[in-house]
């Protein structure tokens, strides 16, 4: 059973890092990741590297909260379940 995990990036690296390197400690290794990438400063050099994970640029920028990056990338997987990320940065103050 593979699960694909979808998930839309935009100039958040850290927290697309601290999601990545959840998904690669599971003791499950049935999945993949495809990183929708709707964002123009995007260096391959520094993402994080694991042979499940595939970056995929998009042809333009949609600025649309991620609907249409993770449209695409679900529309294109083939696995036995699909699961839609969004990535928010939740700032406490003190």
Request: charged share 25%; aromatic share 10%.
């Amino acid at each position: 059973m593979l699960i694909d995990f979808i998930i839309s990036y935009y100039n958040r690296k850290t927290a697309l890092d601290c999601l990545l390197y959840s998904l690669i400690a599971q003791t499950d290794k049935e999945w993949v990741a495809k990183v929708m990438i709707d964002d123009v400063e995007y260096n391959p050099e520094t993402m994080v590297k694991d042979s499940r994970i595939s970056y995929i640029t998009m042809n333009k920028r949609y600025n649309d909260f991620g609907h249409t990056p993770r449209e695409i990338g679900k529309q294109e997987s083939e696995a036995d379940y699909v699961i839609l990320t969004m990535m928010t940065i939740i700032t406490l103050q003190t």
